[in-house]
C-alpha cells in the first residue's frame, strides 16, 4: 500500500483501516448516542495470526480487505489495535444482526483461506470474539473493552472453537 499523508492521522499505514486513536473517538461518540438513542451495537476482536515475511509482504492487508468487504456498512469501523489485534465496530445492530455480520467474516476468511491455500501450503488461524449490548449511563465503555480482550484470549486457548459472540447484561 502506498503510504498517503492525506489519511496519515487515522490510518494505519500497513493495513489501510483505521488506527486506534481514531477508532477511540469514534467509538466513544457512538456509545454516547447509543446511550441517548437507546440503540445496541457490537464491539469485536479479530486476531489473526499472521507473521509477515519477505515472500508475503502484504498478507496482513490482502486479509484485512476481505474482512472489510464482510461488513458492508459504512457506517461501520475496522481499526487496528495493535500487531495481533483489530477493532470491529458495529453501530445500530442487534444480536442477530451481529451474528449475521460474523457468519459473513467468517465466509470471506473462509474464501481467502482457499485461495491462499492454493499458492501456498498455510491458512490464516484467527480468533474473533464479541459482545452486543445497549449502552447505559452506569455501564462503563471500559468494561465492553475489557470482556472482549478477556473472551479473546480464552478463545485462544480453545482448539476447535475460534468465533464467540455474546450479550453484555
Known sequence: MIYSFRNSGFRDPETGVY???????V????????????????????CPHIHETVKQPHLLEFFMKQVQEAILRTTDLV???NNNSFALGLFN??????QVVLQRIEDKIAQFNLEYGKKHTSHVDYELAGYTCTPERDLSIELIFKDVEKLTHELELEKDHHIELRHMQ
Open 19 to 25: 488506527n486506534q486513536t481514531y477508532f477511540m473517538e
Open 27 to 46: 467509538f466513544n461518540r457512538e456509545w454516547h448516542r447509543h446511550i441517548r438513542d437507546h440503540q445496541s451495537l457490537a464491539l469485536l476482536y479479530l
Open 79 to 81: 481499526a487496528r489495535l
Open 93 to 98: 445492530i442487534d444480536e442477530e444482526g451481529t
